[in-house]
């Protein structure tokens, strides 16, 4: 049986960087909001936001741990400046885990 799941991550990177007070605050406010409610303070939707720059690697590493020999279609829309990065890391990561990493470029 095939198993189809979406995972849904936003990351709001102009807020501050991870381990700065102000955006433990605004994370700190993010779980409360969404233990009482279940909707993301910003979104207003069930994707939960992250503030702060995410490490790419650690983001490819917990998701090739957690969905083993899953294939993963990972889709970006923003600055021109992290698409090689992250192709790259679908490579990377395609050829040294049982995990399929597919890259997608968006634009709107």
């Given amino acids: 049986?095939?198993?189809n799941i979406i995972?849904?991550?936003n990351y709001l990177t102009s807020v501050y960087e991870e381990g700065d007070a102000?955006?433990?605050l605004i994370a700190m406010v993010q779980k409360l909001?969404?233990?009482k409610n279940g909707l993301d303070v910003v979104s207003?939707?069930?994707i939960r936001t992250h503030f702060s720059r995410p490490n790419w690697r650690k983001v490819f590493t917990q998701m090739?741990?957690?969905h083993k020999s899953s294939r993963i279609g990972v889709f970006y829309c923003g600055s021109a400046l992290l698409v090689k990065p992250l192709r790259e890391l679908c490579q990377e990561f395609t050829l040294h885990s049982s995990t399929r990493f597919q890259f997608h470029k968006?634009?709107?």
């Fill in 33 to 35: 909001q969404h233990a």
């Fill in 64 to 66: 090739a741990e957690t």
């Fill in 106 to 108: 968006e634009n709107f």
């Fill in 22 to 24: 102000r955006s433990a």
């Fill in 7 to 9: 995972e849904m991550h």
């Fill in 1 to 3: 049986m095939s198993q």
């Fill in 44 to 46: 207003q939707s069930r």
